[in-house]
């Protein structure tokens, strides 16, 4: 069991903490996203150099790193999904290659979650597409989305699960601590869809 937690801690944070915003905008643009706009390696930010299809392309892999991390403990390693999907996300966030700084986990949470179920997936996507449809603001979408998610995981009955994503929660609300500032002062950046 040891060794197994262990194999699956390394593929889960490998995978996980994939840089794909970074590699593709290095790439494709010959530029560090790290020094563009916020500065960060996801999707939101890839979208600000103006190629939609580059931050299209983040968020997919973003998205397969953490469906795949989670579709191997399903095969492999049945007891240990949860802790599969918990450090693909870590990993996101605190990649040791970028020296812990990564990005805000959103793509690769809605991975993890597609993986445990698909109707996760729905419900995020769904709330995220409402929110920010209406007030233009990725970071709000990602926050709420995730909490309707841990909302609705509550009716499973399956605590493990639903201390899973509440703690996800939790960890999307630290990554956007920074962001829930700037909204309090309105002085968020909104999007353009």
């Known amino acids: 069991m040891n060794f197994e937690i262990i194999l699956v801690f ?18 494709f643009l010959k530029k560090d996203i790290r020094k563009v706009g916020s500065g960060n390696i996801g999707t939101t930010n890839v979208l600000r150099t103006g190629q939609k299809s580059l931050a299209i392309a983040t968020l997919i892999f973003d ?9 191997i403990a399903l095969k492999y390693f049945n007891d240990l999904i949860y802790f599969s999907a918990l450090i693909c996300f870590i990993g996101h966030i ?85 962001n829930i500032v700037r909204l309090k002062e309105s002085k968020e950046t909104k999007i353009k869809l």
């Open 94 to 178: 605190f990649p040791a290659w970028l020296k812990f700084k990564g990005g805000k986990g959103v793509a690769t949470y809605l991975g993890v979650i597609l993986g445990l179920s698909l109707n996760f997936g729905i419900i995020f996507v769904i709330t995220w597409l409402l929110i920010s449809s209406i007030f233009k603001y990725s970071s709000l979408a990602s926050m709420v989305g995730s909490l309707i998610v841990f909302a609705y995981s509550i009716n499973l009955d399956n605590a493990i699960l639903s201390v899973f994503l509440f703690v996800t929660f939790v960890i999307i609300l630290y990554t956007h601590r920074e």
């Open 10 to 27: 390394i593929y889960s944070y490998f995978l996980g903490s994939i840089p794909f915003g970074l590699i593709i905008t290095k790439f």
């Open 63 to 71: 998205i397969l790193k953490g469906y795949v991390s989670v579709l």
